[in-house]
Structures are given as structure tokens and as C-alpha cells.
């Protein structure tokens, strides 16, 4: 009998790596799903990784559509529950490389306790949040990401809800690998995916994406160019908290983080926030610039890698509690499981 | 350790009915458990029926809080847990209360004294002081009070322990009166006791010496002038254990998994009565079997999806409320057409319903439980042991033809032990996963996940195989590729593949065989999981008393095998006893076009065979 190890044993490589597959990409023309594509795309293209070792796992809406499109293992799974299907996936095959696409309304509305519990878990996947703020794929309605008052189809006088921070919550889960992005910074999300790739552990990438048709130029103040330098803060491992082209900084204030005019001197690099990605008291305060852009004297939305540390998988937790029973207890014996512990004997 | 023994008479029963009865906290499950063990040891056919309150610590002395625990130990063939007890142990007045009817006439009340004072009395709802062991209401039965409270801390007398510990010990006590009272040797409870307290000597010697007090209690006390023996029953000739149904299904499903060669998970969240699998199952890690603790109903189905897709048996379990959960899921699982095995533990419903009682009223919720067409093969046992083999089976199906399937149990075969003849590995079937078979070099050829063979199933390519990468996900895919396809013409033909896949299942299982009974006449009762024992019992008596009745127990309810029609076309009448409103008696009157009568009883409780047996005597008259 053939069993699922010897199947995989005997399988060989690839002659060419193209990760495209043969199926037509049918997101809205100009959506922001093309770009983040390309640059995962892009990224495997250059680490080589060979594709049979790559899964793909979605849930539903319009990002979930990703793994159609790329030659790898995909499944397209049901709404909200993809994490549910990596956990399982990777307790049995901890070798393979996962990646899970999801989006507002899948991950924190439908999915939101699923996520929550896989970032605690730390579950080896590179999670990417596509981020628009709407529900797209229902034609319209607001998603737990939209603001206060977004008017919408289902919410004609303005939403009534608070929205979600996710960054936040992610990090309140235990979350070992934070980041955000854009689809409009190619560069920049390229970077973050590969740190997220290379790190072991839940990777959670918040990507802000633009959804042309039903939330246009939702993140508009942080990609344009007359506004990005304003709005946006890039946040680098060692290196102080600086925007607006290197006017201004970030100090903290004890535990407030305050805006400092560097032209005007009210303070040098050295009085700056110096990032840290492995400090989790200040990745709290980081999630937590959040603020609504319309406001004077607004923070600027950080984005980058905010926050790594190492904190062993579930799936390894698993496999090695496995290990140690057969190591304890000798490899299972069908034989004296069906036994038990007390028998007797007629005849 | 050796037990004295003084001469008294002994009397010889062919099968014994007793019924533990306390509060949910004094150790009555335990006590019944050992008790069944030793009779299962000693030789004698068992079947047992735990029934316990939702409530983990129910209000003390209230008839809320009874736990019972009957057991049927007999030097025959026994089917069922019993009608009617002969024995009715009771901890407190709450317990004979609840259990009184229960009593055979002219049976034995052992009652714990103690739990018949003031306050028990009026908790047990025994008003103006009405005390049953001394009103005269009792005169139908043999009534034998003993304060056991006081004896058990008598024995432990001297023992550093605190009062709340000795009491603990009572339960012990009454187990070693009862094994006095059988005939039968402490060996057995003392060595369960060893295993369980082994690192706690201070309790390990004060549950021993309880033990051993009742039995010399027994063996002592001059109002017990008889002792009874049931001698052991000609099984058939083999090797046995005890094992209840969560057990058995537990087993079954590892066994499948190893005869297919693969690694198991189990993606579960805790419910009543389903949990016991989940803790047996964590208990077998060195087989390979990954636990997963989920955080929701819904996880724990789509872990076991990602788990049976990354090329391990998947396999969740739950009870009614949690499978109302994994509907979605189960639809997911039949479109990507993986394996995945589904256990339904049911209980009583609707909603929380009745967590601790049993009932078989998820039968439609299987059947037709998801949105679209999603048939999914569904099984059910029939009695404790059957849960190994249908497991087993459930796993074989599941994965030899890539489907989920659901298996159900319910709550009375889910916690009842009987002895099993267990199998030898070798002597399983084997199983073969369909893997798609791996790329050679040079193959250019498009590998299609959803090409079909002869049954209707398509390969299993796992993650990992070269040149076999491919989508697939929930939305219809068109025929052969899985690619995405919203064409008119191919859902109706996938619709179609997927149902003649599940419907050439049932072609590969076992014709239809009776249980027992005639082949041909006057009734044919029609059963379905754990009403086995009642029906068998009760037609086995009305064939003795002549009648012409036959008895077909369904294992495989969907798809139903063709003959089924055939086979109930021979009798002049059809009776489907069940613990719903007559969920199977639908199925069958639609597919059949047969004017079958329903039996049903929805009270949280197995049938009795008289009450079968009554009814079934009622419609031949008719």
C-alpha cells in the first residue's frame, strides 16, 4: 500500500518556475488586487521556491479569489474560516510553505474569531489582510474596517459602528509578525512580504487596498504624492521615527507619542522614536497611531514591519507532542490499542 | 488480598438488572463502570446505560441531581440495558424517588440510610416527614436501609484523611457490598483502584478499605442471608474487553486511519455527549493522531478540511448543536470532494434540548442537513461495539471515495459499555487512499483533479507533489479541470457526477441482512442506530410466542440499498420504531412508497423492549 509519505517521496520537481497559472485574472480592471499579485508573484519568483511546496488558502470575497491565478496549491475555501483550514493544513504538513489571503470583511467580520485564535496559536502562514474598507464582492456594504459615518449601500445615513483597528487587535491576540502596506508601494509591500515569508510564526501584513469601484481613494492621503509624505510614516528597524520628508518626527512623551518639527528644532534625530521591531511595549503604542487623517495635527499611519518575536508554532507544539508519545510509548501497536488494558478470554 | 467469606445461600440468577442511583457527585458512573468491568471479566454478557444530569454538581439531594447507572450483567446473550431493574442502589431519598418505578415488583432496595434524613426527605420532595423506607409504602419490595456514611467512616477510622474525603469513599463501600452480594472477588476493583490512586497511597489504602468493609458488611451482617451468582455467558469463543460506544468509535476511527496508511487529525470542540472521543483519541498520540482543541464547532470541521487536504485523515466530531455548526463546512468538504469523517454523537433536541439524554432526531439534519445538493453518505451504529465498526467503515468510505461522510451514535450507545470481541489488526480490511499518481519526467500532460474513476472518484493530489498543483475551492468547478465554471449546462452534470458518486457508496457495502426473525410475513420492524438491543430483544420473545415477525436494522441509512424495497415488500406490515417524530419512517415511506407505522418515543430514553414488543403485538391485531 502506498501511503501518503511514499506518494510525496516519489514526486518530482518542476523544470521551470512560472507561478502564473492558466486562468484568466477577472478582479475589476484598475482594482488594487493586480498589484498585490504581482509583487507575491514577484517575491517567489525570486526566492525560487519550488511551487508544489506553496499553498495557497483563501476564504471568500474578492481577494479570496487569489489563488486561482497562481500555478501553486490553492484552495478556495468558505467565508471567514481559512484560518480554521490552514491550522489543520499545517499540523500535518509542516514543511510547506502557506500562504492565506483574506480580506476586511472575511478575516475581522465573518473570520474574526478564527484569526484571532491562529495569531495566539502562531501558526506558521504568511497572513495578508487585503484591506478596502468595503465589501466588495456583495456589491457595497461597509466592512468592519469602514469609518464611523461611511455612507454606504446598506448604511444610507452613515455607519453606526466603531470600526476595527486591526493592527491593534492583532497585536492584543499575541500576534509574532505585524505589518502594513499598500498596493501603491509595490516596493515596500515586496519588502514587508519577504520579511514576513522569512519569519516562522503567524506573519499578519494589513495591506491597504484600493477598491476602485465601490470605495475609491479610500487611502487616497497615503498614496498620493502631495499627501503620502504627510500622512505616512515609514517605519525601519533602528532608525528614527521620521516623516514629511525629514521635517518631522515622532518623540515619545513617557508612553505618548508626540510630533516634533525637526526643521524648526524642536528636537534632533537622537530626542526621536527610534524603532524597534522586537519591542513589544512600543509595537502597542505603534498599532495605535490610528488616527483619523482628516485631523489637524493628525498622527501619521505608520507603516513597515512593526513588530517580530520568535514564540514556538502550534504545529510544532503538535508534532512534537506526537514525537515524544511515540518516543515514550513505542510507534502506535493497532494490535494492543484494540486490546486495552483488560481482557479476557472465552472458549 | 483476600476476602473473607462465611456460608450463606446462594442463588443463581441467569441475568441481573441493577440500577446505582446518588447524587451527580457521589461517584455513581464509577461505581457502576467498576462493577460492569468485573461482570465483564468475570465471563457474563454486559450492556450498560449511564444516565446523568446536564448539571456537573446538580443541587445535592434533589431530584435534579440523580445520576444512575444500570447495568445488565447476565449468563445469556443480553441485547439490551434491561427493561427493569431487579437491584436499585440509591445514595439518598432523591435517588429511590426517581427510580422507584424503575423497580421490578418484589425487587431489592439497597438505600444508603444516611440520605434519608430530614433535609434529604424534603429535598427528595417526601412530604410532612413521609420517610419511604419506613411508611409502608415500600411493602412491595425487599428493602435493606444501611447507613453506609457511618460504616465507610467507621472503617476509616484512625485515617489522617478529612471527613469530606471518607465520605468520598462511599462510593466504594456499596461497590464491595454489591461484588459480596454477586459472588464476586474484589481482585479486579482493587486493581482499578491501584491504577487510579497509585501516587496517592493515603487514598489509594482508604478506597481499599471502604471496599473491602462492604464486603464484609455483606459477608457479616446477618439481615443478608442470600447472596446471588450469575454464572458466565456462552459468548462466542474469542478474545474480549469492555468498551463503550465513544470508545469504539474512537478505535474504529484510528484503526481506519492506520489501515489506510495515514496520519489522523481531529479537529473538535468540547460537547456533551461527543467529548469522550476527543479525550481518548489525545490519549493515542503515538498513532499518529494530532488533536486540535478548536476554537469553535466551525473551526474544528475546516481544520480537519485543511488537514484532510494536506493529506491526513480529517475527522471532527460533535453532537447535534455543533454539526448545526459544521453545515457550511460539510458542503465545502463534499465540493472539493476530499475525505472527512463526521461523527454525530446525538442527544436530545432541538437547540441545547437535553445535552446529557439521547435521541436520534438528527437523522434529517444528516441526510439533508446542507444547502444545495449535498448528499453525504451517513451511517449509524447500533450498539457500542458497532461504533468500532462503522467508524471504521465511515473512515473506509470516506477516504476510498474521497467523500465526507457522517457518521451517528447517540448519547444511550455513546456512554453504555458492552463486552466486544475485538479484532485483530491483520484481519481488517485494508484500505487504499486514491493519491494521484506522481509526475515522471518529461510528462507534459495537464493533470485534471477532477477526473473521475469507474466509482466516481477523483485522485487525491496532496500539496507537495510535483507538477500536480491545482485549484480548488467551493464554487462550482467545471468537469474534469476544477477550474471555475458558472456554465448551465456543466452544474447540472456536476450535480449529477457528485450524487452517482455517493450513490455507487452503498453498491460496494454489504447486501442487506436480517437481524434476526423471519424473513417474510406478518411485521417487519425497521430500526436505525441504537434501538438495536430493544427491537432484537423484542422480536427474538414475539418469535418464541409464535409470531411472524422480522427484524432489519439499517447500518447504512443514505443512500438506502436498492433491495431495501424489495425486502419490505415481503412483509404485510412495516414498523419503524424511533426516538423522534418518525424522521426514518419519511425517508422510507418516500423512497418506497410504503405505508409504514412509526413507534416513537422522544423522552430522552432508550425503548424498552416491552414497550416494542407491545406495540408491535398491537399492530398485528390490526
Given amino acids: 500500500m502506498t501511503t501518503a509519505t511514499e506518494v510525496l517521496n516519489g514526486s518530482i520537481p518542476p523544470a521551470k518556475l512560472d507561478y502564473a497559472s492558466d486562468q484568466e485574472v477577472r478582479w475589476c480592471p484598475g482594482c488594487g488586487d493586480y498589484s498585490i499579485l504581482k509583487q507575491v508573484e514577484t517575491i517567489l519568483k525570486e526566492q525560487g521556491k519550488p511551487k508544489e511546496e506553496i499553498v495557497f488558502i483563501s476564504g471568500i470575497g474578492c481577494s479570496s479569489r487569489f489563488p486561482y491565478y497562481l500555478d501553486t496549491y490553492g484552495m478556495h475555501s468558505i467565508h471567514g474560516r481559512a484560518p480554521a483550514i490552514v491550522s489543520g493544513l499545517r499540523a500535518v504538513r509542516p514543511q510547506l510553505s502557506v500562504w492565506m489571503i483574506t480580506g476586511d470583511g472575511d478575516s475581522l467580520s465573518i473570520g474574526g474569531n478564527h484569526l484571532i485564535h491562529l495569531l495566539r496559536r502562531n501558526v506558521d502562514v504568511n497572513v495578508l489582510l487585503f484591506n478596502n474598507e468595503i465589501y466588495g464582492l456583495t456589491k457595497g456594504q461597509y466592512s468592519p474596517t469602514s469609518p464611523e459615518g461611511a455612507v454606504t449601500k446598506s448604511t444610507p445615513m452613515g455607519s453606526v459602528d466603531h470600526p476595527f483597528n486591526p493592527l491593534a487587535l492583532c497585536k492584543g491576540a499575541d500576534a509574532t509578525f505585524i505589518a502594513r502596506a499598500m498596493d501603491r508601494d509595490p516596493k515596500q509591500l515586496r519588502e514587508v512580504l519577504v520579511k514576513a515569508d522569512a519569519h516562522r510564526g503567524t506573519s499578519l501584513i494589513e495591506i491597504y487596498q484600493n477598491c476602485n469601484v465601490f470605495n475609491d481613494g479610500a487611502f487616497e492621503v497615503f498614496t498620493e504624492k502631495a499627501t503620502k509624505p504627510f500622512h505616512t510614516l515609514f517605519v525601519e528597524h533602528g532608525k528614527p521615527l521620521v516623516f514629511a520628508n525629514g521635517t518631522k518626527g515622532i518623540k515619545l512623551d513617557g508612553m505618548t507619542p508626540v510630533i516634533v518639527d525637526l526643521a524648526a528644532g524642536e528636537a534632533s534625530l537622537e530626542d526621536l522614536w527610534i524603532h524597534d521591531e522586537r519591542d513589544s511595549f512600543k509595537a502597542s503604542i505603534l498599532v495605535r497611531l490610528f488616527d483619523d487623517q482628516g485631523h489637524e495635527g493628525a498622527m501619521p499611519r505608520p507603516f513597515g514591519v512593526f513588530y517580530i518575536t520568535e514564540r514556538s508554532t502550534v504545529e510544532s507544539r503538535i508534532n512534537a507532542q506526537v514525537e515524544q508519545s511515540k518516543q515514550k510509548r513505542g510507534v502506535g501497536d493497532l494490535d494492543a490499542l484494540l486490546r486495552g488494558e483488560r481482557t479476557w478470554t472465552i472458549g | 488480598m483476600e476476602t473473607p467469606t462465611r456460608t450463606k445461600t446462594v442463588e443463581?440468577?441467569?441475568?441481573?438488572?441493577?440500577?446505582?442511583?446518588?447524587?451527580?457527585?457521589?461517584?455513581?458512573?464509577?461505581?457502576?463502570?467498576?462493577?460492569?468491568?468485573?461482570?465483564?471479566?468475570?465471563?457474563?454478557?454486559?450492556?450498560?446505560?449511564?444516565?446523568?444530569?446536564?448539571?456537573?454538581?446538580?443541587?445535592?439531594?434533589?431530584?435534579?441531581?440523580?445520576?444512575?447507572?444500570?447495568?445488565?450483567?447476565?449468563?445469556?446473550?443480553?441485547?439490551?440495558?434491561?427493561?427493569?431493574?431487579?437491584?436499585?442502589?440509591?445514595?439518598?431519598?432523591?435517588?429511590?424517588?426517581?427510580?422507584?418505578?424503575?423497580?421490578?415488583?418484589?425487587?431489592?432496595?439497597?438505600?444508603?440510610?444516611?440520605?434519608?434524613?430530614?433535609?434529604?426527605?424534603?429535598?427528595?420532595?417526601?412530604?410532612?416527614?413521609?420517610?419511604?423506607?419506613?411508611?409502608?409504602?415500600?411493602?412491595?419490595?425487599?428493602?435493606?436501609?444501611?447507613?453506609?456514611?457511618?460504616?465507610?467512616?467507621?472503617?476509616?477510622?484512625?485515617?489522617?484523611?478529612?471527613?469530606?474525603?471518607?465520605?468520598?469513599?462511599?462510593?466504594?463501600?456499596?461497590?464491595?457490598?454489591?461484588?459480596?452480594?454477586?459472588?464476586?472477588?474484589?481482585?479486579?476493583?482493587?486493581?482499578?483502584?491501584?491504577?487510579?490512586?497509585?501516587?496517592?497511597?493515603?487514598?489509594?489504602?482508604?478506597?481499599?478499605?471502604?471496599?473491602?468493609?462492604?464486603?464484609?458488611?455483606?459477608?457479616?451482617?446477618?439481615?443478608?442471608?442470600?447472596?446471588?451468582?450469575?454464572?458466565?455467558?456462552?459468548?462466542?469463543?474469542?478474545?474480549?474487553?469492555?468498551?463503550?460506544?465513544?470508545?469504539?468509535?474512537?478505535?474504529?476511527?484510528?484503526?481506519?486511519?492506520?489501515?489506510?496508511?495515514?496520519?489522523?487529525?481531529?479537529?473538535?470542540?468540547?460537547?456533551?455527549?461527543?467529548?469522550?472521543?476527543?479525550?481518548?483519541?489525545?490519549?493515542?498520540?503515538?498513532?499518529?493522531?494530532?488533536?486540535?482543541?478548536?476554537?469553535?464547532?466551525?473551526?474544528?470541521?475546516?481544520?480537519?478540511?485543511?488537514?484532510?487536504?494536506?493529506?491526513?485523515?480529517?475527522?471532527?466530531?460533535?453532537?447535534?448543536?455543533?454539526?448545526?455548526?459544521?453545515?457550511?463546512?460539510?458542503?465545502?468538504?463534499?465540493?472539493?470532494?476530499?475525505?472527512?469523517?463526521?461523527?454525530?454523537?446525538?442527544?436530545?433536541?432541538?437547540?441545547?434540548?437535553?445535552?446529557?439524554?439521547?435521541?436520534?432526531?438528527?437523522?434529517?439534519?444528516?441526510?439533508?442537513?446542507?444547502?444545495?445538493?449535498?448528499?453525504?453518505?451517513?451511517?449509524?451504529?447500533?450498539?457500542?461495539?458497532?461504533?468500532?465498526?462503522?467508524?471504521?467503515?465511515?473512515?473506509?468510505?470516506?477516504?476510498?471515495?474521497?467523500?465526507?461522510?457522517?457518521?451517528?451514535?447517540?448519547?444511550?450507545?455513546?456512554?453504555?459499555?458492552?463486552?466486544?470481541?475485538?479484532?485483530?489488526?491483520?484481519?481488517?480490511?485494508?484500505?487504499?487512499?486514491?493519491?494521484?499518481?506522481?509526475?515522471?519526467?518529461?510528462?507534459?500532460?495537464?493533470?485534471?483533479?477532477?477526473?473521475?474513476?469507474?466509482?466516481?472518484?477523483?485522485?487525491?493530489?496532496?500539496?507537495?507533489?510535483?507538477?500536480?498543483?491545482?485549484?480548488?475551492?467551493?464554487?462550482?468547478?467545471?468537469?474534469?479541470?476544477?477550474?471555475?465554471?458558472?456554465?448551465?449546462?456543466?452544474?447540472?452534470?456536476?450535480?449529477?457526477?457528485?450524487?452517482?458518486?455517493?450513490?455507487?457508496?452503498?453498491?460496494?457495502?454489504?447486501?442487506?441482512?436480517?437481524?434476526?426473525?423471519?424473513?417474510?410475513?406478518?411485521?417487519?420492524?425497521?430500526?436505525?442506530?441504537?434501538?438495536?438491543?430493544?427491537?432484537?430483544?423484542?422480536?427474538?420473545?414475539?418469535?418464541?410466542?409464535?409470531?411472524?415477525?422480522?427484524?432489519?436494522?439499517?447500518?447504512?441509512?443514505?443512500?438506502?440499498?436498492?433491495?431495501l424495497g424489495e425486502i419490505i415488500s415481503r412483509y404485510k406490515r412495516v414498523l419503524i420504531p424511533e426516538m423522534n417524530s418518525g424522521q426514518m419512517r419519511q425517508l422510507i415511506r418516500a423512497e418506497f412508497l410504503v405505508d409504514a407505522r412509526g413507534l416513537n418515543k422522544i423522552q430522552g430514553m432508550p425503548f424498552t423492549a416491552a414497550e416494542i414488543k407491545v406495540a408491535a403485538t398491537e399492530f398485528l391485531k390490526q
Fill in chain 2, 12 to 563: 443463581e440468577r441467569r441475568n441481573v438488572v441493577i440500577l446505582f442511583a446518588g447524587d451527580s457527585g457521589d461517584g455513581i458512573q464509577l461505581t457502576g463502570a467498576q462493577f460492569t468491568d468485573t461482570n465483564a471479566l468475570f465471563g457474563n454478557d454486559v450492556s450498560t446505560f449511564p444516565n446523568f444530569p446536564a448539571e456537573i454538581r446538580a443541587p445535592i439531594g434533589t431530584m435534579a441531581g440523580v445520576s444512575g447507572y444500570q447495568l445488565h450483567f447476565g449468563s445469556v446473550e443480553l441485547f439490551t440495558a434491561g427493561d427493569q431493574c431487579d437491584v436499585l442502589v440509591v445514595m439518598n431519598a432523591a435517588a429511590l424517588r426517581a427510580n422507584i418505578s424503575k423497580l421490578k415488583l418484589g425487587g431489592t432496595v439497597i438505600a444508603n440510610s444516611d440520605g434519608f434524613d430530614a433535609r434529604n426527605l424534603r429535598l427528595a420532595g417526601y412530604i410532612d416527614q413521609q420517610d419511604p423506607l419506613t411508611d409502608g409504602t415500600l411493602t412491595n419490595y425487599t428493602v435493606h436501609a444501611v447507613d453506609v456514611t457511618k460504616m465507610t467512616r467507621n472503617a476509616l477510622e484512625g485515617m489522617t484523611l478529612g471527613m469530606k474525603e471518607k465520605d468520598r469513599c462511599k462510593n466504594m463501600f456499596v461497590l464491595g457490598f454489591v461484588n459480596w452480594m454477586f459472588s464476586r472477588s474484589l481482585a479486579n476493583s482493587e486493581k482499578f483502584l491501584e491504577g487510579k490512586f497509585g501516587r496517592k497511597p493515603e487514598l489509594l489504602e482508604a478506597n481499599k478499605k471502604a471496599l473491602l468493609a462492604g464486603y464484609n458488611y455483606g459477608d457479616t451482617s446477618e439481615t443478608f442471608t442470600t447472596r446471588f451468582e450469575v454464572k458466565p455467558a456462552p459468548m462466542p469463543k474469542g478474545n474480549y474487553r469492555s468498551i463503550t460506544g465513544n470508545q469504539g468509535t474512537a478505535l474504529g476511527l484510528i484503526a481506519g486511519a492506520q489501515k489506510a496508511g495515514l496520519d489522523m487529525f481531529y479537529g473538535s470542540y468540547p460537547i456533551t455527549p461527543a467529548s469522550d472521543i476527543l479525550h481518548e483519541l489525545a490519549k493515542h498520540k503515538n498513532f499518529g493522531v494530532k488533536t486540535f482543541q478548536a476554537e469553535d464547532e466551525i473551526a474544528a470541521i475546516c481544520s480537519a478540511i485543511g488537514a484532510s487536504y494536506g493529506g491526513a485523515l480529517g475527522v471532527t466530531a460533535s453532537s447535534g448543536p455543533g454539526i448545526a455548526l459544521k453545515g457550511e463546512a460539510m458542503g465545502l468538504a463534499f465540493m472539493l470532494e476530499i475525505p472527512l469523517v463526521i461523527v454525530n454523537v446525538q442527544r436530545g433536541g432541538p437547540s441545547t434540548g437535553l445535552p446529557t439524554k439521547t435521541e436520534q432526531a438528527d437523522l434529517f439534519q444528516a441526510v439533508h442537513g446542507r444547502n444545495g445538493e449535498a448528499p453525504i453518505p451517513v451511517l449509524a451504529a447500533s450498539s457500542p461495539t458497532d461504533c468500532f465498526e462503522m467508524a471504521f467503515e465511515a473512515v473506509r468510505i470516506a477516504v476510498e471515495h474521497m467523500t465526507p461522510v457522517i457518521l451517528l451514535t447517540d448519547g444511550y450507545i455513546a456512554n453504555g459499555a458492552e463486552p466486544w470481541r475485538f479484532p485483530e489488526a491483520k484481519d481488517l480490511k485494508p484500505i487504499t487512499p486514491p493519491f494521484a499518481k506522481p509526475k515522471v519526467a518529461g510528462d507534459m500532460e495537464k493533470f485534471l483533479p477532477y477526473l473521475r474513476d469507474e466509482n466516481g472518484v477523483r485522485p487525491w493530489a496532496i500539496p507537495g507533489m510535483a507538477g500536480l498543483q491545482h485549484r480548488i475551492g467551493g464554487i462550482e468547478k467545471e468537469d474534469g479541470t476544477g477550474n471555475i465554471s458558472y456554465e448551465p449546462l456543466n452544474h447540472e452534470k456536476m450535480v449529477r457526477l457528485r450524487a452517482d458518486k455517493v450513490r455507487k457508496v452503498v453498491e460496494g457495502v454489504p447486501p442487506l441482512d436480517l437481524s434476526n426473525g423471519v424473513d417474510s410475513g406478518d411485521l417487519l420492524i425497521l430500526g436505525w442506530g441504537s434501538t438495536y438491543g430493544a427491537i432484537k430483544t423484542a422480536v427474538n420473545e414475539m418469535c418464541a410466542e409464535g409470531h411472524c415477525v422480522g427484524h432489519l436494522h439499517l447500518r447504512y441509512l443514505f443512500p438506502f440499498r436498492k433491495e
